[in-house]
């Protein structure tokens, strides 16, 4: 008796600092901007907005149909997406995944300007001045970069600049299983 | 004068109290103002996650400022206002989590702690009390 109350004293207390260890060491690991999206398994929500190179074109959830999607919300003023912009370049040479730009909350004419002296790696770019649209996809920080599969249904969402590490990590294995799909 | 003076810079000292990060926004009625301040002060600000709606200035928190305003015009409640904030950016946004099966350890860990705590007082308490009894029965 004597010796497993002496036992529980020494134990008790390291059980427990390395349970607490543990817990701050996986909280030193998280990136509290890193949030899962609401939104996956869900289809992308209905929006009525203007294309930006034409802009008569009215567009909808009708684009996302039958096509593999990378939807990347973007604009001038966010430095990070400048970064991100070479990246999505040589990505966009790949012709079977559909590139789909959300001009968030941005000037039409900078953007314009942007893309003459960047390259446009987009097929369509949807404008959203007001940032609607981006509320109802959960955007909290551009650049941000949603993949939507052929029905229209959002797989996966990445928050901050795409890196070609986070792309052959995160993306292009979920592409080559909507692929087989 | 020099009371005046003072009293000058003393009511400038109290300008601050009345500037925030809010926009002007007109209710119809206090209750709908009590709402918005309601839901503005206990939402996360999911740029500057320590921050509230009302508190903050960025871009995002002006819109969903507006946003909540606009719903309340529309007079949706305080619940359904939560619920289409939630249904998008997640339980995160909300400074008082639900309860449910993920913060369950959350919301029982601080109680089954001071359980805890309690017990090892009550343990240590009745093993002075042994040994105090113990030198009493021998003095």
Request: hydrophobic letters at 45%; a positive charge.
């Amino acid at each position: 008796m004597f010796n497993y109350a002496k036992l529980m004293k020494f134990l008790l207390p390291l059980v427990l600092f390395f349970l607490i260890s543990f817990f701050l060491w996986k909280g030193l690991q998280q990136d509290p901007h890193q949030l899962p999206s609401q939104l996956i398994g869900q289809k992308v929500p209905a929006f009525q907005l203007a294309e930006l190179l034409h802009e008569k074109q009215m567009m909808t959830p009708q684009i996302f149909q039958g096509h593999i999607t990378l939807l990347n919300i973007w604009a001038t003023w966010c430095a990070n997406c400048e970064t991100e912009h070479p990246v999505l370049n040589t990505l966009a040479q790949n012709k079977n995944i559909q590139f789909i730009g959300l001009n968030y909350k941005d000037d039409r004419k900078a953007a314009k300007l942007f893309l003459n002296a960047n390259g446009n790696p987009y097929q369509k770019i949807i404008v959203d001045d007001q940032g609607t649209f981006a509320i109802d996809l959960g955007v909290y920080g551009a650049p941000e970069t949603f993949l939507i599969d052929q029905q229209g249904i959002i797989r996966y969402r990445h928050i901050g600049p795409l890196t070609t590490t986070i792309w052959d990590k995160e993306f292009a294995p979920l592409i080559t299983q909507l692929e087989k799909e | 004068m020099k009371f005046r003076l003072n009293l000058v810079i003393l009511s400038l000292c109290f300008w601050c109290i009345f500037a925030n990060a809010q926009d002007i926004y007109n209710f119809a009625n206090n209750e709908q103002q009590k709402t918005f301040n309601y839901l503005t002060e206990n939402l996360r600000c999911l740029v500057c996650q320590n921050q509230n709606l009302a508190d903050s200035n960025a871009s995002l928190a002006k819109d969903l400022r507006r946003q909540i305003y606009q719903q309340i015009l529309q007079g949706q409640s305080t619940a359904e206002i939560q619920h289409y904030l939630v249904s998008r950016y997640g339980d995160f946004i909300l400074f008082k989590p639900p309860l449910n099966i993920t913060t369950l350890v959350l919301w029982f860990a601080p109680f089954a702690l001071l359980l805890f705590g309690l017990g090892i007082l009550l343990l240590i308490i009745k093993k002075h009390r042994h040994i105090n009894s113990a030198k009493m029965t021998l003095s």
